[in-house]
């Protein structure tokens, strides 16, 4: 994470491959009373390259829950998308990163958001169904060994999502 509002130096990180953030030192606060996902990212899962992060503390609300819930759905939908356009990377990475907003959406609405996929998967062995673990496991592999995830796989965990919802 960069703090600055140097655009030459925003555009150096995104061509290391940096994802940028652009925002005010107020919005960042702002979204970290609401409750953000972001927000808590960027304090407890990011290395800061260069500035500071001001001081503020993460609230989280169900704001936190809800947008994790929703990041999963549009994940999913991502990863439908890169079958549908032979794109095995994005399909099979927009997967991984589904299950995992879904686990740490479910994680949160019992006070904790995971980090590593190691947290992630204790939490989700702790609370909810070996079905979703199982499939999280699975497919974090296959995303290592970057093998191809097929219409199957994907659809095992839309299917599993219109049963618990």
């Known amino acids: 994470m960069a703090i600055t509002q140097n655009k030459r130096l925003l555009l150096e990180l995104g061509s290391m491959g940096f994802s940028s953030v652009v925002m005010t030192e107020d919005q960042f606060k702002i979204i970290c009373e609401r409750g953000e996902p972001l927000c808590y990212y960027a304090l407890y899962d990011s290395k800061v390259v260069c500035g500071s ?21 549009a994940q999913l939908k991502l990863s439908l998308e890169g079958i549908a356009r032979s794109d095995e990377i994005s399909s099979i990475n927009n997967l991984y990163r589904g299950i995992r907003s879904y686990i740490r959406g479910s994680c949160c609405k019992r006070g904790k958001i995971p980090l590593s996929d190691v947290e992630v998967l204790e939490c989700c062995k702790e609370s909810l169904d070996p079905e979703v673990c199982d499939l999280f496991f699975k497919v974090k592999e296959m995303r290592i060994k970057r093998e191809p995830v097929s219409y199957w796989t994907v659809r095992r965990f839309l299917k599993y999502l219109e049963r618990v919802k």
Not at 59 to 71: G, P, Q
């Open 53 to 73: 992060l001001p001081n503020v503390k993460f609230v989280s609300s169900e704001l936190t829950c809800n947008e994790l819930d929703r990041l999963s759905r």
